[in-house]
């Protein structure tokens, strides 16, 4: 692995433990042996600094990292959504695909996939400018209905053609991309309203169905 | 109400019993549309008809007479497209596909016209002779939306006619265009860009002719992957198989979508088109009262309570206080016990002479004092008042709701929510549940909730039966209940590990809630009580004539000596052995003889408990095992029942041996 690539690999670790779960600073016996050798090299590069008995990113640091896990979690989601390959496959080509990746690919990347918030684990994605472009456009997010909030109304975008027979099932009971869609419940079901029906469906169904949200902004 | 005329024909096969010389209605639609209410204005008889998408299961007759002519009339399960997904689908479409109807009404609901005109352009493009029928346009009306008829005549280029079928409005003027429709020239047909419609063309010659469905219409599903048409397009000798296969790899090659996609999205993308000029919804609207309670209802913060209030006033109080306390009490104490059973065996006495055949009508085991008396004081009330309480549930529309809050639980022991229909019914009666295990999607599913029912669901004769036993013994129903409800659990858990399939996917419309009308709940209860009647009465019968048999050649005493052994094994007296014995012949006629034991209080708490699990695990009655046979085949029915009968006595048993482990008397 090329010295650049490990540095990200280990910024995005990093973030994941200083932003995501302790915030603030780390104690550098948690870092494991391999990550404490680049400690050095990420502090000479201005990227960490040391800040009482642990660490914090620098401002650019921050940026770096955040920035880092962005494409990290944006291919994931390229190769989930998209291409649909398998959990393993996808950790794997994300892993390489991120290093590869411009800020132009990056952006268009993101629009194409609707300016997702979440990987397909459910991290959070850090948003690029494409993404603020988008929100303050009023330009409309796609994401699966079922990571929508309770009460949200969008437009179905398109159903994901995975598995036939799902699409299948969908479409013949009138959920079709184009008409809009209000989810009223969230647990321990998925309901929701297109037309004036109501439907319930699982997580896995509602997975399959992606809506264009409109966006309220003064919620962020 | 007029005599029901309908005949039931098989479901599967989709064979008629047309009569010659009938002009025929064939009535097809979604799911939930009120055809079957429809199906009951035009013919006058009855077939179930109720707030749940999918109720029926089975193709129904009937006929109808306009202006001095009979038709003949059939109902199908509801269909949403004319490519089938489930097994009642497939029924529908094969009708279509198989009959040459003479008219189809294509029922809608109005109110959601838009995305169900889509199977009406599928049947006007399959060259069937297609009325469109607006069902509850009083609904409609009410949400104020506006639909112009005229215009949709117009552009479909056949018959429209909007009713209300549940209050008659309209049936009329629809009869009068069914009997003078004629076939029409120029109807609507949906264009499908030029890569489809090329392939549909070079293919629709090669389809079979004179069959019920267009070439047209046969090509489209062929190229969706119809598993039924390919059959049978590739079954046909002058088709060569080389041809198909490349005009399928062309047209998938030069389509971005898959067909599946393709297809149905340009169906309802005219659908659309049609509507936006003859369907006017109003703007957004306040919710109404129905609506929030219907969220409450799928809100597990209150709609779990809601399901409290619904068991306990629903089934505690109404069926087990009422129907199996006072009416029970009422009708076995006093009719039977005090006049009936002893002026019968009074007059047998006194006229005739004859031992054994004392014993065949009256005394202990009598097809009076037995048969008779278990079906109408102890069955019929019980039964009765599951059969109102369940059909006002289910006309309120309560049970898709509460499907969607099960449906988690149900998918971790292989089923999805949509089982809580059988399950619920199973409550009512095993048999009639057994036998909507249809509606379920996958063999998995039918098979799973078929040996659940078979295994832990009570019907409402042995729950009554059961409960009215443990009623003075809390402690006891706790343990009852508890084993019970893990019984479910872990045997459902095991077979859904145990048997791979794909995981089941739960989608379902939560149609409006509606305020239950009571003549459809008094209709409904009536014909389900009917059902059960024609099923159960012979049955007593034919076991009191077993038993009498069993003990006038003492084979009974034989059989209970065999019992009895294992009776001692799991903690209970010899007598109870004739109870499980009778328990052969019908489950909740063992659960009736338990009843009379325990009334003399020949049962201990822990005894008591013992019997009632074990009764309620024990082997289906004979209505429901030969329902599983009919349904899944007489070797699964057979490895259930092979299963459940030891199973039964080793749970009897091992709860018998935890309660003396730990000391616990109930």
Not at chain 1, 193 to 209: K, L, W
Not at chain 2, 280 to 302: H, I, K, V
Request: aromatic fraction near 8%.
């Amino acid at each position: 692995m090329k010295t650049n690539e490990r540095i990200e690999e280990t910024l995005e670790k990093l973030w994941e433990q200083l932003e995501e779960n302790t915030g603030g600073k780390l104690l550098p016996e948690i870092l494991d042996p391999k990550q404490n050798v680049f400690l050095d090299t990420l502090v000479e590069k201005g990227l960490v600094e040391k800040f009482q008995d642990g660490i914090r990113f620098t401002e650019t640091g921050r940026e770096e990292a955040r920035l880092a896990i962005r494409r990290h979690r944006l291919s994931e989601r390229l190769f989930h959504d998209i291409i649909e390959t398998n959990q393993d496959d996808m950790e794997e080509a994300a892993c390489q695909m991120e290093h590869v990746v411009k800020k132009e690919i990056e952006e268009e990347i993101c629009r194409l996939l609707g300016h997702p918030e979440t990987c397909p684990h459910g991290k959070p994605i850090p948003a690029g400018v494409c993404c603020q472009k988008a929100r303050l456009s009023g330009d409309k997010f796609v994401a699966p209905l079922a990571s929508l909030k309770r009460g949200e109304k969008g437009v179905i975008a398109y159903i994901k053609a995975g598995d036939s027979k799902k699409l299948q099932k969908l479409m013949a009971m009138g959920i079709l991309p184009g008409n809009p869609i209000t989810l009223t419940h969230a647990f321990p079901s998925f309901v929701f309203t297109v037309g004036y029906s109501q439907y319930a469906v699982d997580r896995d169904m509602a997975d399959a169905i992606y809506v264009k949200r409109t966006v309220h902004d003064h919620a962020k | 109400m007029s005599k029901p005329g309908s005949c039931k024909c098989g479901g599967h096969t989709g064979e008629t019993c047309k009569e010659a010389g009938l002009r025929n209605i064939v009535m097809v639609g979604n799911p939930n549309v009120g055809k079957s209410a429809l199906f009951n204005r035009l013919t006058g008889s009855y077939v179930t008809v109720s707030n749940y998408p999918g109720t029926t299961v089975e193709v129904s007759q009937g006929r109808c007479k306009i202006d001095g002519e009979e038709f003949s009339v059939e109902d199908t399960p509801g269909m949403y497209s004319l490519l089938p997904i489930t097994e009642e689908e497939r029924v529908s479409r094969d009708i279509l596909l198989a009959d040459k109807a003479d008219v189809v009404l294509c029922v809608v609901d109005a109110k959601n016209l838009k995305r169900m005109l889509s199977l009406a352009l599928q049947l006007v493009e399959a060259s069937l002779p297609v009325i469109l029928v607006l069902n509850m346009m009083d609904e409609a009306n009410r949400l104020d939306i506006q639909i112009d008829e005229g215009e949709l005549e117009k552009k479909l280029g056949i018959p429209v006619v909007g009713i209300s079928a549940l209050s008659g409005k309209g049936v009329d003027i629809l009869k009068k265009r069914i009997q003078s429709y004629r076939h029409q020239e120029s109807t609507a047909e949906v264009f499908y860009g030029d890569v489809v419609e090329g392939a549909v063309n070079a293919l629709a010659p090669l389809m079979p002719s004179g069959v019920g469905l267009s070439q047209r219409a046969l090509a489209l599903l062929f190229i969706q992957n119809d598993p039924n048409i390919s059959v049978l397009v590739r079954s046909m000798e002058e088709t060569s198989p080389d041809f198909l296969d490349s005009t399928l790899i062309e047209l998938e090659k030069n389509l971005s979508d898959p067909v599946g996609y393709t297809v149905p999205m340009m169906q309802h993308s005219t659908a659309e088109d049609i509507c936006n000029e003859a369907f006017n919804p109003p703007a957004d609207r306040e919710p109404s009262f129905a609506q929030r309670l219907s969220d409450w209802t799928m809100e597990p913060l209150t709609g779990i309570p809601i399901l409290m209030i619904v068991l306990y006033y629903g089934l505690y109080k109404f069926v087990g206080d009422f129907g199996a306390g006072t009416i029970v009490g009422f009708l076995e104490e006093d009719i039977f016990g005090k006049y009936l059973s002893p002026w019968i065996n009074e007059m047998l006495m006194a006229y005739v002479p004859w031992s054994p055949l004392r014993e065949l009508i009256g005394m202990q085991y009598g097809i009076v004092t037995l048969g008779i008396r278990y079906a109408i004081a102890i069955i019929l009330p019980i039964v009765g008042t599951f059969f109102i309480a369940f059909s006002i549930i289910e006309d309120t529309g309560y049970l898709p709701r509460l499907a969607m809050m099960v449906d988690r639980i149900f998918k971790k022991i292989g089923l999805n929510g949509r089982a809580v229909i059988p399950m619920t019914l199973g409550f009512g009666c095993d048999t009639m549940a057994t036998m909507v295990t249809r509606t379920l999607e996958t063999k998995r599913e039918r098979i799973i909730a078929t040996l659940l029912l078979a295994l832990a669901i009570p019907c409402s004769a042995q729950l009554g039966v059961v409960l009215g036993m443990v009623a003075t013994n809390r402690a006891a129903m706790a343990v009852w209940a508890v084993f019970m409800i893990g019984i479910f659990l872990l045997v459902g858990f095991l077979t859904a590990r145990l048997m791979p399939g794909d995981r089941p996917n739960f989608y379902m419309e939560v149609p409006p809630l509606r305020m239950p009308r009571p003549g459809a709940v008094f209709i409904k209860t009536y014909t389900r009580m009917q059902w059960y009647f024609m099923e159960i009465l012979p049955m007593f019968i034919l076991a009191s004539v077993m038993i009498w048999l069993g003990n006038i050649t003492d084979t009974f005493k034989v059989v209970v000596s065999w019992l009895s052994p294992v009776m001692g094994w799991i903690g209970l007296p010899k007598e109870a052995a004739v109870a499980f014995l009778f328990g052969f012949f019908r489950r909740d006629y063992g659960a009736a003889g338990l009843y009379d034991l325990q009334k003399v209080g020949a049962l201990s708490g822990n005894q008591l408990a013992v019997a009632v699990i074990t009764l309620t695990l024990f082997v289906p009655c004979i209505a429901q095992f030969l329902m599983m046979k009919k349904e899944r085949g007489l070797k699964m029915a057979c490895m259930m029942a092979l299963f459940i009968f030891p199973f039964a006595f080793l749970v009897g048993g091992l709860v018998n041996v935890l309660l003396k482990l730990t000391g616990i008397q109930l």
